[in-house]
């Protein structure tokens, strides 16, 4: 089971964004057949097969063994991976993109959506993925919002200077700064 399946295809989205599926999908964190999800969702086997059978047709399920039961086979599925993310382009733009200045939210929603692609390619079979993820939160009083953003840019394009060079590992870094909910 991958831990994150990127979905980039309309159909796949299609497929998981009907509440019972998810609601199916979820039961299948761990193999289970299609009789002992409709016994936890109160339903009929042959109704969670029917939704189980468009999951695995859409890939976001697998079957990962089979036994017999009364001379049957029944199968055994499992969610193809821990978490589902929707790719932002399978909506798309709406309208033109306007040229945004990387003090504008749109500029940080464009950012989110190029670091969310960059993730969903990484190799994940690779042994080791060096990264970081760090997040906190800052109080800046009005008057001094404008130094501190000033601080913090002059702060990354040192780090971009220093390490800018054309040897090395290649890595990207982006930086969110945003207002957050709990401001007054």
Not at 34 to 52: I, M
Not at 53 to 58: Q, S
Not at 74 to 92: H, N
């Amino acid at each position: 089971m991958r831990d994150v399946m990127y979905l980039e295809q309309i159909e796949q989205a299609e497929t998981l964004l009907k509440p019972q599926r998810i609601e199916v999908l979820r039961q299948l964190a761990e193999p289970h057949t299609c009789t002992e999800v409709a016994t936890q969702l109160g339903q009929t086997p042959q109704r969670v097969y029917y939704h189980v059978k468009r999951l695995v047709e859409a890939g976001l399920v697998d079957q990962v063994s089979e036994r017999r039961v009364r001379g049957i086979s029944e199968g055994i599925y499992q969610a193809s991976a821990r978490s589902y993310w929707l790719s932002p382009r399978l909506v798309g733009r709406i309208g033109l993109r306007k040229a945004q200045d990387e003090m504008s939210l749109g500029y940080l929603l464009n950012l989110m959506e190029e670091v969310q692609a960059d993730i969903a390619a990484l190799d994940r079979t690779a042994p080791e993925l060096p990264s970081i993820g760090v997040s906190g939160e800052i109080r800046v009083p009005a008057e001094q919002r404008q130094q501190f953003l000033t601080d913090l840019q002059t702060a990354l394009q040192e780090l971009f200077t220093r390490y800018g060079g054309a040897e090395g590992d290649a890595f990207k870094l982006a930086v969110a700064c945003y207002p957050h909910g709990g401001t007054k």
